[in-house]
């Protein structure tokens, strides 16, 4: 399992931004981590010089969507050093993935050893400022040339990072969801579970409507009812309803985000009572309009948690909170960016050290 490293020269390497300069996912570093999958094996992995990839225009990938990715962000500690979180539940829901999607898996230590040597050699793009991470893309194409629907018998495992600055750019302020109420996300029975890329493009037309009337997030219902909350965009989502925590259960539509099972984790060690139940947006509505709904926030790795502070369903708008950060999403963030930050002692020994 040894990785093999081709150093950049000096040339090779690219000139880092300032943090201050950084947005989501536009910068990449001066290495990527790559393996080919071919005759039913994976090859020699290989950490080398950040490069494009040629590829033929019949690939399979370009053509039905065969591809999963992960998200994970790596932290700098006060005393400078380096921290995944829970890289190994990351891996285990890419093997998911995987398998959803006809894919090979990938043994879990080198999943994570890539991560940890590509880290090592990259600690210098880690940001150093306040909220500021390393964002890591896991990824799998299926690269065999055919234009047939069927496994492909080739695939590129790679893995890029990205310097990334704090999702507030403002602080820590409520936003804003637009329900969709014509279009879904996820069907029971289909690809809703996995993290593989055709289940975001369907979903931009909607994002696009929710942009238009100044929503910038898009949340789902179920496909079958068109009537319990799933997720948001590329988060799942929980309610505080009369001082408890409430969020939807993991049916096989909803993304199982390992945000929402830390922060489950979290609220209940803190004392917090939290259900996994469903809810339907007309009930929801009704009790944020009559206060028994106060909070709402949403949990993934890109924003850690986001509180909401005004949902849009069928042409009306409803404010939760009066769009103040409530007590218990204020708390919870509290504690899990302090755990990520190295802030607070990690009681759960979720942070996985890189050297
Ligand atoms: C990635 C993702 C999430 C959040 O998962 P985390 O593991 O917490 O980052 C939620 N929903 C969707 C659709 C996602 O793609």
Request: hydrophobic share 40%; proline share 6%.
């Amino acid at each position: 399992m040894d990785i093999e490293i081709q150093l950049a020269t000096e040339e090779q390497k690219k000139q880092k931004p300032a943090d201050s300069e950084l947005v989501f996912g536009k910068i990449f570093t001066d290495y990527l981590f790559e393996v080919k999958y071919e005759n039913e094996r994976w090859g020699t992995p290989k950490i080398v010089p950040y490069h494009p990839f040629i590829l033929d225009p019949a690939t399979t990938v370009l053509h039905y969507a065969q591809e999963i990715f992960e998200g994970m962000k790596a932290f700098r500690h006060p005393d400078g050093s380096i921290h995944l979180f829970r890289p190994y539940k990351n891996a285990e829901r890419f093997n998911r993935s995987a398998e959803r999607m006809s894919m090979p898996t990938v043994n879990k230590d080198l999943f994570v050893k890539a991560i940890t040597e590509l880290v090592k050699l990259e600690n210098e793009w880690v940001p150093n400022s306040p909220g500021m991470t390393l964002y890591i893309r896991p990824t799998m194409i299926a690269t065999e040339v055919a234009l047939g629907v069927h496994p492909s018998d080739k695939y590129l495992y790679y893995i890029i990072l990205s310097p990334v600055g704090p999702y507030f750019k403002t602080g820590f302020t409520p936003t804003k969801v637009y329900v969709a109420s014509t279009h879904i996300r996820a069907a029971p029975g289909g690809t809703g579970e996995a993290k593989t890329g055709g289940n975001y493009s369907p979903t931009l037309w909607s994002q696009q409507k929710a942009k238009a009337l100044g929503y910038p997030q898009v949340l789902w219902l179920d496909a079958v009812e068109r009537k319990y909350v799933e997720e948001a965009g590329a988060m799942n989502i929980m309610f505080v309803i009369d001082g408890e925590i409430y969020t939807p259960p993991l049916d096989g539509t909803i993304l199982r985000g390992i945000t929402r099972a830390s922060v489950i984790e979290l609220a209940e060690d803190l004392g917090y009572v939290i259900h996994e139940e469903p809810i339907s947006i007309t009930d929801l509505i009704d009790k944020i309009l009559d206060g028994s709904c106060n909070e709402i926030f949403c949990v993934g790795t890109a924003a850690s948690i986001t509180p909401l502070g005004e949902i849009f369903y069928k042409g009306e708008s409803y404010l939760v909170n009066d769009c103040e950060v409530g007590k218990i999403t204020q708390h919870l963030y509290d504690e899990l960016v302090g755990i990520q930050f190295g802030k607070i002692p990690d009681r759960f020994n979720w942070m996985y050290k890189v050297q």
